[in-house]
Nanobody, 113 residues
Framework: QVQLVESGGGLVQPGGSLRLSCVGS????????MSWYRQAPGKERELVAV????????NYVDSVKGRFAISRDNGRNTVYLQMNSLKSEDTAVYFC??????WGQGTQVTVSS
């Protein structure tokens, strides 16, 4: 069965950086685009970034453009989200996603001084 396992969240000060990882299993990882979503308290889940199967195309929500970078290593079945210049409004649970149907358990990112 499909499994997505995120890691790398934590508490970071404004302006800091974090790198999230998501390891996929139970499917042919290299065949599918992968996405990162986030959900802040009291808000709807939103798409943050998506990367094509071959990593030749990626897209971002406007609020993270220039600060976040999505990447993948198909040999390791892993998708990453490098988050730089973090702001308090980036505080959320971040989820890895496959085909809008499969979700990881989420990893908490808290940006606070």
């Amino acid at each position: 069965q499909v499994q997505l396992v995120e890691s790398g969240g934590g508490l970071v000060q404004p302006g800091g950086s974090l790198r999230l990882s998501c390891v996929g299993s139970g499917f042919t990882f290299a065949d599918y685009p992968m996405s990162w979503y986030r959900q802040a308290p009291g808000k709807e889940r939103e798409l943050v970034a998506v990367i094509s199967a071959r990593a030749d195309n990626s897209n971002y929500v406007d609020s993270v453009k220039g600060r976040f970078a999505i990447s993948r290593d198909n040999g390791r079945n892993t998708v990453y989200l490098q988050m730089n210049s973090l702001k308090s409004e980036d505080t959320a649970v971040y989820f890895c996603n496959l085909l809008s149907n499969y979700w990881g358990q989420g990893t908490q990112v808290t940006v606070s001084s």
